[in-house]
């Protein structure tokens, strides 16, 4: 199973190396070389088209739990194409789980500033429920989720308002979903 990881990272590594060596700046890169069937649709699959060269093979990165080399490609990326939605958009789930909590929150950021469609991302608004943990992160989670993911936050901190495992979790996503409520004037049951 590892030479079978090791192999499939090498040759995505590669096919990376090569969309970027040979081809036309805004040309969207071939897909990795191991990769046969269809395009796969998960929670990592970019919310609106993104031609940058090198995502597809960053996000089989990402996919394959490979963060150091997913960031190492993705901030390359990052610097050749900054507006670069999807890019950013992975950076943040990257740093949300290695639990750089503020990092994260940039680059989610930085992808719905340059896609609104992001704030609607189930895959962010699950990062940022399981963020409210951090004693010193919470508020800025809450802030983010009740303001720029207020669409798409209240399924999710429903669910951990009454299954998270920590109690911390369960009484801040509860707190929080009982401010979007008073809000937009519902009494819950979203």
């Known amino acids: 199973m590892v030479g079978i990881s090791a192999g499939a990272t090498l040759v995505i590594i590669l096919a990376w190396v090569l969309s970027r060596g040979h081809g036309k700046p805004n040309a969207p890169a071939p ?7 269809p395009a796969v649709i998960d929670e ?4 609106a088209p993104d031609a940058t060269p090198g995502l597809a093979g960053a996000a089989q990165l990402v996919r394959l739990g490979l963060r150091e080399q997913a960031i190492t490609i993705l901030q390359e990326i990052r610097r050749d194409y900054p507006r670069s ?6 950076l943040a789930v990257v740093y949300f789980e290695k639990l750089w909590w503020s ?3 940039q680059h989610a950021q930085a992808a719905i500033q340059a896609e609104p469609a992001y704030r609607r ?3 962010l608004a699950k990062l940022l429920v399981y963020s409210l943990m951090s004693d010193s992160f919470w ?3 809450a802030a983010f989720l009740t303001h720029d993911m207020a669409e798409v936050a209240p399924p999710h901190l429903e669910e951990a308002a009454q299954h998270a495992e920590s109690p911390r979790v369960r009484a801040r996503a509860a707190q929080i979903l009982a401010g979007l409520a008073r809000a937009s004037g519902k009494s819950g049951g979203w």
């Open 31 to 37: 897909p990795p070389a191991a990769a046969t069937t």
């Open 44 to 47: 990592l699959s970019p919310i």
């Open 85 to 90: 939605a999807y890019a950013n958009y992975l």
């Open 103 to 105: 990092v994260g929150l």
């Open 121 to 123: 991302s189930p895959k």
């Open 139 to 141: 508020e800025k989670a």
